[in-house]
């Protein structure tokens, strides 16, 4: 193999076995002077390496020491296998010049990477992202922007991402406020002054007044508020919050306290009038009389209610006064209430004597002189809220009842005449349903009173309110017409049996609810 050139050999007289030593020894020598290209994974940094052709060193020696360079060019300049370390590596001109390990070198990638993702906001969940635009001010703050669209049918204060799905930016339209225009509403009156005050002043009583507004609603209220209330959510940090638990209900009583007890709600107006500050005072002591003087002195000129409460005290202070007169709180209007909404003190109540046979309507109110049980209001009752949340609607405004009609013009606007002749529009949603006219009332306009926007904590307890009324509604609408909602093919003996209620004595009359009504068990016993 290595035998070309090899004159020494041809002029001796070696054996074989003495010549392929030589020649062994020959070839290592060789080997040892320039360096062996084999293994080509242990060349990978010797280019320009001269040191070594001229060194005596062994193989293994040889290997280590290219390791070692191999190494040291890899701390020189960075690996580029670990993309993800490399995600903010751009104009890193520093670490090119140190010598950091790869740790410190992945730990200093990571701290650059969050520093960034704290100057520019993570854009990854878009849902927060809904009301993010034109926030430039404070980088990783969420806003909303101004309200400063205004819905073109009821005035109403929007945000623009508030706009229906099938409206443009250009042309917003909106469902939350009025339904597209087919709700339209009068306006609520302006605020009283006094009232105003409380409710916009930084003075202490002011603020006072806002933290207490519940109590001087109540002391104020002719009706009672039945709830059972969830106290563990008060006092706790963050902001009011009111809950309830169960049923809520508004009751009213006689005209006149029984002997031995003391005034309550609606007879404070009527019994023994010359205390009656001090009666109220004696109610709720912590309130400050100098300001629920002045709410009661506001009430007495404006509310049409306690006019009619003075009247019947009036008449019962008379030496020949019937001892059988009665008053009935009306809840039927006969006035559109889309213009007129403040009524008059002969609209919300009637002094009546005789037994109350003369009721018209089946939701009124009729006040004994001195007997007879509470009575529960119904929440179809149009002063259903006015009788209870004074300070909201001080001029006794009418609330909701089940014959305020629809905008009928906007609803068949898109309609044709032939259409709008076969159209059911008319005879199955020609009212305004209660929740659409919580929801036109709970909007923000500049042409309606303050007060019910700034409430503070009885807001909270009229949103309950409003909540509870809507679904009691929906519950009794179920009850009364099981038979448009075929809910006999869910009743009857095998349906129980399917149930498991075996026992007859367990078998009751059930409402069946439907699957849109999202309130826990289906079954209501």
């Known amino acids: ?19 392929r030593n030589r020649l062994q020894r020959e070839r290592r020598a060789k080997q040892r002077e320039q360096p062996s290209f084999r293994n080509d994974a242990l060349q990978l940094f010797t280019d320009g390496d001269a040191s070594a052709q001229g060194t005596s060193e062994s193989a293994h020696e040889r290997r280590n020491r290219l390791q070692r360079e191999w190494r040291a060019k890899q701390c020189e300049q960075p690996s580029f296998r670990n993309d993800a370390l490399q ?32 100057e520019q906001p993570f854009l990854r969940n878009d849902a927060l ?42 042309n917003p339209q909106f469902s939350l406020c009025c339904e597209n225009g087919k709700v339209l ?10 009232l105003e005050v409380l409710l916009t002043s930084k003075e202490s009583s002011a603020v006072k007044f806002r933290n207490e507004i519940r109590m001087y609603n109540s002391v104020l209220a002719f009706i009672s508020f039945g709830a059972k209330v969830d ?39 009527i019994h023994d009038t010359k205390r009656e500050r001090q009666n109220r005072h004696a109610v709720m002591p912590s309130l400050d009389p100098t300001t629920l003087d002045r709410l009661l002195t506001m009430m007495y000129n404006i509310n049409p209610y306690v006019e009619v409460f003075k009247m019947a005290r009036d008449m019962m202070v008379i030496e020949d006064a019937p001892m059988d007169l009665k008053l009935r709180l009306i809840a039927f209007r006969t006035k559109d209430a889309r213009q007129y909404n ?33 009575q529960r209001i119904s929440e179809l009752h149009v002063g259903y809220m006015a009788l209870y949340y004074l300070l909201f609607f001080p001029y006794g405004e009418d609330g909701w009842h089940p014959n305020i009609l629809i905008n009928a013009v906007v609803a068949n606007a898109n309609l044709d005449e032939d259409h709008a002749r076969k159209s059911e529009l008319q005879r199955k949603h020609c009212n305004v349903i209660m929740a659409e006219f919580y929801g036109y009332r709970l909007q923000h306009r500049d042409t309606n009173g303050i007060a ?56 009751r009359q059930r409402i069946i609810l439907p699957s849109s009504f999202i309130v826990g068990p289906r079954h209501m016993v």
């Not at 902001?239 to 005209?255: M, N």
């Open 1 to 19: 193999m290595f035998r070309d050139g090899d004159a020494s050999a041809q002029g001796t007289l070696e054996s074989a076995h003495e010549h």
């Open 87 to 118: 995600l903010f590596r751009d104009g890193d001109a520093s670490a090119q010049s140190t010598s950091e390990s790869a740790q410190e070198r992945r730990n200093r990638l990571r701290r650059e990477r969050r520093a960034k993702q704290r």
């Open 129 to 170: 992202q809904l009301f993010a635009d034109t926030d430039a001010s404070a980088p990783g703050r969420w806003d909303c922007g101004e309200m400063d669209t205004i819905c073109g049918f009821c005035s109403a204060k929007m945000w623009i991402k508030e706009r229906s799905a099938n409206s443009t930016n250009n």
């Open 185 to 194: 509403l009068p306006n609520l009156p302006a605020t009283p002054q006094e």
């Open 231 to 269: 106290d563990s959510v008060i006092g706790s940090p963050g902001p009011y919050s009111f809950r309830i638990q169960g049923e809520l209900y508004h009751k009213i009583g006689s005209l006149c306290p029984t002997e031995g007890q003391c005034p309550q709600f609606a007879q404070l107006y």
């Open 342 to 374: 403040v009524p008059t003190a002969d609209e919300v109540a009637a002094l009546m004597v005789g037994d109350g046979s003369k009721v018209v309507d089946k939701r009124d109110i009729v006040l004994a002189q001195q007997a007879g049980p509470l």
């Open 452 to 507: 019910l926007l700034r409430g503070d904590r009885l807001r909270q307890q009229y949103i309950v309110d409003a909540y509870v009324g809507i679904e009691q509604n929906r519950l009794k609408y179920l009850r009364l017409n099981k038979k448009k909602l075929r809910a006999d093919l869910y009743q009857g003996l095998q349906d129980a049996i399917a149930a498991g209620d075996t026992s007859v004595a367990a078998i």
